[in-house]
């Protein structure tokens, strides 16, 4: 295991917050309530109601004196406007951009900061994969476009999101991702407790070192004795993640896949990853397709270990992406993921064999074009490293 990792820490709280109108409001009441300090790191961030409402919460916790730092990926928050931009720095907000776009950098552009986080008074922390947009949130509406969660966490788990987000801002002035010293955290990935409440840890993925949080995946998907449910809105597993997931299959235990249905922001990705449905249908494992709206949370139960927050599992992510994730055992959210599966399986529509391998032809051809362009792409970058 190279790299360091963060413990497992007891005596956290853990509340499940489902979809934009449940969390924003949330996410603006602890600004409104913060004294010290705020920070908050996002990926996509656009002009929108959703924007101005959390922006205008910013001022205004800046303006009485709370110390603000906003990390937005540069690529994700192009359409923040110049505008929203200086309302922030104007207030005194401490506002940085990673990884700045540059055409003589090509390749290094594709390098993002996907993380979701809000801190606040180093007391509590919300991480999920929301971002600051319309899609997931508008004033005033009681549904939202994409489908998503969010976890709010107190306890000593908040000073480990805290020192993240720390190494992070500060390793932004240099333009690169943090890379941890091999003085920080654990020489190796700690053990599962096998029973405990309000047991939590960071699980974080860095740019070109992503062990931490895929090896955590490994070991759980290899060691379930009873099921396996994994929700993803892009599904372009790792070939070691889909063999994981079959031989559980053949162990007999449940395992089912929550994925995008038709209304997706990526259809082409979407067709890349169906070539992987027979396989796994052939192993036995279930494939649900959620259909009432795009669904954009990620999250992993395994017996009852919950894994909640930005990392998609797929190649590009793991390649590319800072991410962070919420590893859990705490029967409280347990219970709350069980209940969240459940309501979203019953929403979604089975995908079945049979019916597969009658989809029609132009579903085939869509298939055959975007899986063939994923493979040639991600064979290129795998030469260049």
């Known amino acids: 295991m190279r790299g360091a990792v963060f413990p497992w820490r007891d005596g956290n709280r853990f509340e499940l917050l489902i979809d934009g109108p449940q969390f924003f409001p949330r996410m603006l009441e602890e600004i409104a309530s913060a004294r010290e300090q705020i920070e908050l790191e996002l990926y996509l961030v656009e002009a929108g109601a959703c924007a101005e409402t959390v922006i205008q919460a910013l001022v205004l916790a800046a303006e009485r004196g709370v110390r603000v730092r906003c990390l937005f990926d540069d690529y994700g928050s192009l359409a923040l406007t110049l505008t929203l931009r200086q309302r922030l720095t104007l207030a005194g907000v401490e506002l940085r951009f990673y990884n700045r776009l540059s055409w003589r950098r090509w390749v290094g552009n594709f390098y993002r900061d996907h993380r979701k986080l809000l801190l606040v008074d180093q007391r509590l922390a919300v991480v999920g994969g929301t971002g600051l947009t319309d899609e997931f949130w508008q004033p005033g509406h009681d549904t939202s476009e994409w489908h998503e969660v969010m976890v709010h966490i107190t306890g000593p788990l908040v000073l480990d999101w805290q020192l993240l987000f720390d190494r992070q801002w500060i390793a932004n002035r240099h333009r690169r991702a943090w890379k941890p010293h091999a003085n920080f955290g654990l020489p190796r990935l700690p053990r599962v407790p096998d029973t405990g409440e309000g047991m939590g840890r960071v699980a974080y993925a860095d740019a070109r070192q992503h062990r931490d949080i895929l090896q955590s995946l490994f070991r759980a ?71 009432p709206c795009f669904l954009h949370l990620k999250m992993v139960l395994v017996d009852d270990w919950v894994s909640i927050g930005s990392c998609n599992f797929d190649h590009w992510n793991l390649r590319f992406n800072l991410e962070a994730n919420l590893e859990a055992l705490d029967p409280s959210l347990t219970a709350a993921a069980v209940a969240s599966f459940e309501k979203d399986f019953g929403l979604s529509q089975q995908v079945s ?11 085939r051809v869509k298939q055959r074009i975007w899986g063939w362009v994923d493979r040639v792409v991600v064979n290129l970058l795998d030469r260049r490293g």
């Open 353 to 363: 064999l049979e019916e597969w391998q009658r989809r029609p032809l132009w579903r």
């Open 221 to 291: 998907l290899n060691s379930g004795q009873k099921r396996i449910w994994l929700a993803t809105p892009y599904f372009l597993p790792t070939w070691k993640i889909r063999r994981s997931l079959r031989k559980a299959a053949a162990r007999g235990l449940d395992v089912r896949l929550l994925l995008t249905g038709p209304r997706t922001d990526h259809p082409s990705v979407r067709y890349a990853g169906h070539r992987y449905y027979p396989r796994l249908l052939k192993a036995g494992v279930k494939i649900f397709e959620y259909q």
